[in-house]
């Protein structure tokens, strides 16, 4: 079995990154980010009348940039694995309707990029495909209006409060050829601090991205200090330091070289955020675009990405019922 | 690659199902499937307060007693893919999440058991894992109060309407070891058929089953009569008869041996139930207790199971937007 310990698999042939893309709307471009991505509207509507349109329509532009660098036609796609975060993942589903390709829909919360690359990656290695895709997305209007308040609302925002990311990545991934190599995953378990605060999703999530990385490099017997860059998904700033805090009580130092997507897409002093970035286009886009860009230009050679969800829901928030996390870590290295 | 055709994988090694358990509530516990479950409830809240806790531990009474009869722990299990119809799939979130197992969150809408066991077939057959779970859940009150109405509300049904199951199924599957096998699957595209009626799902998921069914013999080689049995998931009787005509413009017959789960599992003369059943736990349930036990018992040698989903949300609905349909085939063989 490839399996290496309880959670890991390490790719005896890593799958290949062919391409990847990355769209994102208006703040987004606005912030420190702004020209690694391959697309930025100037808008949030992209061409459509509802945000949950929106939402689709930037999923598919960033899949058919995706294809399109890869110099393939979505015919030549083995399989897609997508998600989001609205309600029966819709921004997939209609992003990929017309594609023809055959469609594994997933739902993994923010940590959707890593789980969707983790299957694609296993589809590879387990010799089932040649060429697969990955993807997810995530828009500040759709998920406000879902999770919280209609915009119209001007609800107060609490300082660890997250900005959800409108912004779509994608990955195409090959059984071979020239790019980074996904070299190891490490499959989450769902894990629970009790956490009830549907405004302090870092809290909620760095208990999963503690489980996670914690099993990654036992699994691995890799320490942080194998990695150039350790990148977690949206845990913002409150997560970030819980996470950073909670390795430190093991006597593990995660380094200078840890981040986490959330803080690295908006600029937290001129960028009206409060405590970072989230969604799942929060880590999609920031992966697909400046951390598969820096492993290209040589800045990083080995990469532990960690997206970080928080299974909730409006309904189950109301009911009272915490908050579950779960972080899915994927290895690139070049 | 193990891909043929265009959506099909043959399995080199096919994974057993090593077992499977069915848990339901009142309802279908008065049907004529009512002997075939482990578990029917005697209310529909399994000791809960809410119907979506009540989905939860239903689900966990489904996994334990799975594991139960495979004689395994939890801890045993490699990994679990599952998904649900709640918003944010919380259903299957809440209850794998004290499980400790690996979780790979899934959305196809009513197709879940068909993507789950895919998924979890070509985990094991691609080297990854020895055992995985797949399951799914649906529960008539948290679907109604989501998708349509509050149950005090009373809203009149239409004819082609279905009911949504109360049920949850899960199965285990092994590398090795005495059982039926999964032989081949087929992954759906996403089709769309311009469907905008969300009281006749049947007519949006029909298009689906017919395309992955087509791509299966395509991709196979083989005709319906390869078949003791095909089932699609839950297109009811209007979505049944859709199909076989669907087939009959191509000069195809699906022939006798051509059922479904949401006509098996309600009595449509004696409950009041319109077009037959629906949810992601109505082909799971049937499928994990009359059609594996039927195949322990020799009535079928060859199963062809095709659980179909719709892609939409109330969302989309008002927003005027389509229902797109997907279907995902599993060959189960003795």
Chains 1, 2 share one sequence.
């Not at 083995?78 to 992003?95: K, T």
């Not at 879902?146 to 925002?157: A, K, M, S, T, W």
């Not at 200090?225 to 093991?250: C, K, M, P, Q, S």
């Amino acid at each position: 079995m490839k399996k290496t310990g309880k959670q890991t698999i390490i790719f005896s042939a890593p799958p290949v990154i062919a391409a990847s893309a990355a769209v994102v709307g208006e703040k987004e471009g606005q912030g420190p980010l702004s020209k690694c991505f391959d697309f930025v509207s100037p808008d949030d509507y992209f061409g459509e009348k509802s945000w949950e349109k929106a939402e689709s329509a930037m999923l598919t532009r960033c899949f058919t940039l995706c294809c399109d660098k890869a110099k393939l036609s979505p015919s030549m796609l083995d399989y897609v694995f997508a998600g989001d975060l609205l309600n029966q993942c819709m921004g997939s589903a209609y992003a990929f309707k017309d594609s023809g390709v055959p469609y594994f829909g997933l739902y993994g919360a923010c940590s959707t990029m890593g789980e969707s690359l983790s299957l694609a990656a296993m589809a590879i290695d387990g010799g089932f495909a040649e060429t697969v895709m990955a993807a997810t997305s995530s828009h500040f209007c759709s998920s406000e209006r879902q999770f919280r308040f209609p915009l119209e609302y001007g609800g107060q925002r609490t300082p660890s409060a997250q900005w959800t990311v409108t912004g779509a990545g994608s990955v195409i991934l090959k059984s071979c050829g020239e790019g980074a190599k996904i070299s190891a995953v490490t499959t989450g378990v769902i894990t629970d601090a009790g956490i009830t605060d549907a405004n302090n999703m870092g809290a909620a999530m760095a208990p999963a991205a503690y489980a996670t990385l914690s099993a990654h490099f036992a699994d691995t017997g890799r320490t942080p200090a194998y990695y150039d860059l350790i990148v977690t998904g949206d845990l913002g700033a409150f997560g970030h330091d819980n996470l950073e805090e909670l390795f430190r009580r093991d006597g593990t130092s995660l380094g200078e070289h840890y981040t986490d997507c959330g803080l690295l897409i908006y600029d937290r002093t001129a960028q009206d955020v409060h405590a970072g970035g989230s969604g799942c286009g929060c880590s999609a886009s920031v992966f697909c675009s400046y951390i598969l860009g820096g492993i290209a230009d040589g800045r990083w050679k080995k990469v532990l990405f960690a997206p970080t969800g928080a299974l909730m829901s409006p309904t189950s928030t109301q009911q009272g019922v915490s908050i579950s996390g779960i972080c899915h870590a994927v290895a690139v290295e070049a």
